[in-house]
């Protein structure tokens, strides 16, 4: 008698060999067979029809609040992820000493556009230490989550205020080292900085202070445990990126470790820059190093209200400090005041095409609602007026709850993206899943992946995106037992529709504590997801009650 059997399913195993048909027996939260099995199961699926497939891993994830009050990490598990990496970009909610909480708030808030209220009202600070915070979320975990610690807040730990102002000492670089082992003993699967993020009071992060001794250092022990380093590396500048990518060479070949960086993004005047990143990462492969560029799958949308502070602005300084540091009145005031509203303007004249290119995608009020869909250079010849005064007009008629879309900013060559992921020595990243709520919806990458880039333009088989999303994941970030299906393997299994899988719609939702909203999509063609062996998603019935995900991987020390 098998707990699980999976019939009649289209096999694509994450090793990137072709599928062939067959059914799975699962017993005990394992693959116990594969092959035709005639036995008796507490539970059957017909597969008739569907890719079965090894869970998906989404690597680069910011659901570290998420998890105090969803366990789900809701809505990923139904768009086929059954194992998701938190604590990127050198922000962890652990270790974390109570009196530094609102500084590492302010920072998830700025950084990732996490908002304060939902902190405020979703979580219950009973955690200090990284192992108490292991603990905390595996009481009602239904995902997977291999962990990483956030370099700054190491920092913050050991050094507090002076974290934010000078490098550290060699006795606190000593401590952070102690503090690391303890969190990779506890269950982080390694360690996440940055070198570009700013904070809460736009300084450089805690770990932007750090020098070359301390970040080898803290590498040295990653190296113990066979740990990985991702880094938030100069995006915006190819040359800096390939500086970068020459350092992580050094720190992989030095300490024997996986090291990844993301994002790498692809826009039209890009073509070369992105091609000589590619160039060096092939070039320090060839040496025996390991620096994988995360690169994802969607385009670059970006959702706005002035209600709340969006990146969108940060390199528009009057705005930005507006919007960012202003209250409602204060922001009001300003797009009401004549001489402030001039020198809004002439700022944000240098971006003229993304203004005019915005949609209006959300009114309150009934007068604006016929010009909803509509971008704001129609709604300017409409108005007789222009783009940036048609927006700053709707959001005062709107009380700052107009919201506006700025579609396909980027990343949207289907065919040098497509190109870029199946490269070999490309991992498919960097969603950013859970933050950015009121920006876009950092769900759908995978379904993307299949819709866009298998099912449409073939630009990846089947098999080769599968296993870039499961066995190659789980083999670089050191993710035992899962990415592939094999007997004695862990059960984390997706089963889908070839033919429709896709993401839905993004669509607004009221589910954040704290009365807060966040853009959202549904998944399509996901019909079922096992997570530990047990039935977590079915797309007919929605999720289960089953809570078998698990804090992965923790180790000791290599021998």
Same mark, same amino acid.
């Given at each position: ?164 102002? @000078? ?40 770990? @932007? ?105 940060? @390199? ?244």
């Amino acid at each position: 008698m098998f707990d699980l059997l999976i019939k009649n399913g289209r096999i694509v195993d994450g090793s990137g060999l072709p599928a062939f048909n067959s059914d799975i027996a699962i017993k005990d939260g394992r693959i116990s067979r594969i092959g035709k099995i005639d036995a008796d199961a507490t539970q059957i699926v017909d597969a008739n029809g569907k890719i079965v497939t090894p869970g998906f891993i989404d690597p680069h994830t910011h659901f570290d609040a998420q998890l105090l009050w969803d366990g789900y990490a809701k809505p990923s598990i139904e768009h086929g992820i059954t194992t998701i990496v938190p604590g990127n970009c050198s922000l962890s909610l652990a270790p974390l000493k109570a009196e530094h909480r609102e500084k590492l708030v302010g920072m998830f808030n700025q950084i990732e556009e996490m908002p304060i209220a939902a902190f405020e009202q979703g979580v219950e600070w009973n955690w200090e230490s990284f192992d108490e915070f292991v603990k905390r979320i595996k009481s009602e975990l239904s995902i997977n989550v291999a962990p990483l610690v956030g370099h700054s807040a190491l920092r913050l730990w050991v050094m507090g205020d002076a974290a934010n102002q @000078r490098i550290a000492t060699g006795s606190e670089i000593e401590e952070m080292q102690t503090l690391l082992r303890e969190c990779l003993q506890a269950g982080a699967v390694g360690m996440s900085t940055s070198f570009v993020d700013f904070d809460e009071k736009m300084q450089p992060v805690p770990c @932007r202070y750090a020098n070359t001794a301390e970040l080898n250092a803290l590498c040295t022990v990653l190296g113990e445990f066979g740990r990985i380093l991702q880094i938030v590396n100069e995006f915006f500048d190819a040359d800096l990126t390939v500086a970068r990518i020459d350092q992580l060479a050094e720190i992989s070949l030095a300490h024997n470790i996986t090291t990844t960086f993301s994002p790498l993004f692809v826009n039209s005047d890009n073509f070369d820059d992105v091609d000589k990143v590619i160039a060096r990462v092939e070039e320090q492969f060839g040496r025996g190093a390991r620096v994988w560029p995360q690169v994802q799958t969607r385009p670059i949308d970006i959702s706005f209200c002035f209600e709340s502070p969006s990146l969108l602005f940060i @390199r528009l300084p009057s705005w930005y400090g507006i919007i960012r540091f202003g209250s409602r009145e204060d922001i009001i005031a300003a797009f009401s005041d004549k001489e402030m509203r001039k020198k809004l303007t002439a700022e944000a004249a240098g971006m003229s095409s993304v203004w005019e290119n915005l949609i209006l995608r959300q009114v309150k009020h009934e007068k604006n609602k016929g010009l909803v869909g509509k971008n704001l250079i129609e709604i300017a010849q409409l108005r007789n007026s222009t783009a940036i005064d048609v927006m700053i007009d709707i959001s005062l008629e709107e009380d700052l709850q107009a919201h506006f879309l700025s579609a396909n900013m980027g990343h949207n060559d289907v065919k040098k993206v497509g190109e870029l992921l199946a490269h070999p020595n490309v991992l498919i990243g960097a969603s950013d899943g859970g933050a950015h709520i009121l920006s876009f919806a950092t769900f759908g990458d995978t379904g993307h992946l299949f819709s866009q880039f298998v099912r449409e333009t073939g630009l990846l088989s089947l098999e080769q995106a599968v296993k870039k999303i499961t066995l190659d994941t789980a083999t670089i970030w050191g993710i035992p037992e899962r990415g592939l299906l094999k007997t004695n393997y862990i059960a984390d299994i997706t089963i889908f529709d070839e033919a429709t899988i896709d993401r839905g719609p993004e669509y607004f939702v009221q589910d954040v504590p704290g009365d807060g909203h966040r853009y959202v999509r549904d998944a399509e063609g996901v019909d079922t997801v096992i997570i530990g062996g047990a039935i977590s998603y079915q797309q007919a019935s929605g999720y289960t009650d089953a809570q078998r995900g698990e804090v992965l991987p923790g180790s000791q020390p290599l021998q």
